[in-house]
T-cell receptor, first 114, second 111 residues
Framework: GAGVSQSPSNKVTEKGKDVELRCDPI?????LYWYRQRLGQGLEFLIY????????KSGLPSDRFSAERTGESVSTLTIQRTQQEDSAVYLC????????????FGPGTRLTVT | QKEVEQDPGPLSVPEGAIVSLNCTYS??????FMWYRQYSRKGPELLMY????GNKEDGRFTAQVDKSSKYISLFIRDSQPSDSATYLC???????????FGAGTTVTVRA
């Protein structure tokens, strides 16, 4: 079946602009995660959605970052007033249920802030 | 100090060699240990997982966990050029979805 998809695959934006990244999880997966991968660093957890429960936003680095998910479908990650330190690959993953260690990752969106 | 430490390499080995990768960690609450493989410009894919201490073997891959030393390893036997990728260790406490990742080790297997 189809895996996790993300769009766009690449995004170049000017400092100060807002960007919106999209994630389509695997159908039937109730849990969805966003991670950030900076060059030479491990993946950083950003946010977690599980069904209709309140999301865990504890990993969001600042109030410029926000994310939404409608039910158990598409999620969008929005970064407002982008800064150069926001340049990274943003990865989305989904899993069948909460507490499921087996997360399936999308290919990521490579964000470059100039 | 990072919660999970992983030597970034790069590591270059000839085809057929054994690849040895490892991570150390500081959080004694970690119970689930995973290895992900990430090809260039792709998302990570789960390669192996181990719960608590011990060894696990899957084909050419062996994962080892030593909780007393807070040290995990991944061994790749009879390495192939197709094994060339970045290998990420990840771990979490039981029943917790937040994975803590190492920085990843880039491996090149030369034909």
């Amino acid at each position: 079946g189809a895996g996790v998809s993300q769009s766009p695959s690449n995004k170049v934006t000017e400092k100060g602009k807002d960007v919106e990244l999209r994630c389509d999880p695997i159908s039937g997966h109730t849990a969805l995660y966003w991670y950030r991968q900076r060059l030479g660093q491990g993946l950083e957890f950003l946010i977690y959605f599980q069904g209709n429960s309140a999301p865990d936003k504890s990993g969001l680095p600042s109030d410029r970052f926000s994310a939404e998910r409608t039910g158990e479908s598409v999620s969008t990650l929005t970064i407002q007033r982008t800064q150069q330190e926001d340049s990274a690959v943003y990865l989305c993953a989904s899993s069948e249920s909460s507490g499921d260690y087996e997360q399936y990752f999308g290919p990521g969106t490579r964000l470059t802030v100039t | 100090q990072k919660e999970v430490e992983q030597d970034p390499g790069p590591l270059s080995v000839p085809e057929g060699a054994i690849v040895s990768l490892n991570c150390t960690y500081s959080n004694s609450a970690f119970q689930y240990f995973m290895w992900y493989r990430q090809y260039s410009r792709k998302g990570p894919e789960l390669l192996m997982y181990t719960y608590s201490s011990g060894n696990k073997e899957d084909g050419r891959f062996t994962a080892q966990v030593d909780k007393s030393s807070k040290y995990i390893s991944l061994f790749i036997r009879d390495s192939q050029p197709s094994d060339s990728a970045t290998y990420l260790c990840a771990m979490s406490p039981s029943n917790d979805y937040k994975l803590s990742f190492g920085a990843g080790t880039t491996v090149t297997v030369r034909a």
